[in-house]
């Protein structure tokens, strides 16, 4: 029996959300000090790339145009 495309999506959608989740959930790991320094402006760095990406991902869904764009810590010294 072929899948619909339904299950498909259903299929595909939750494994890669799962995905995210679980790298969000290791991300937090850096949040220990002990093994790891960072500053707020660090913080607010990541946290701005990744709700930028939310949104761009939720735009796609909505039918906006969906830009894709690399992340890099910019020290700003």
């Known amino acids: 029996m072929s899948e619909t495309k339904r299950e498909r999506f259903v ?46 991902t939720k735009n796609a869904f909505l039918g906006i145009d969906y830009k894709e764009e690399r992340f890099s810590l910019k020290d700003k010294k």
């Not at 959930?25 to 093994?35: E, H, I, P």
Request: with cysteine; charged share 35%.
């Open 11 to 56: 299929r595909i959608a939750e494994n890669r959300t799962n995905k995210i989740l679980d790298t969000l959930r290791l991300l937090a790991n850096c949040a220990n000090k002990t093994n790891y320094e960072y500053n707020d402006e660090d913080i607010k760095q990541i946290f701005a790339a990744i709700d930028k990406e939310v949104k761009s």
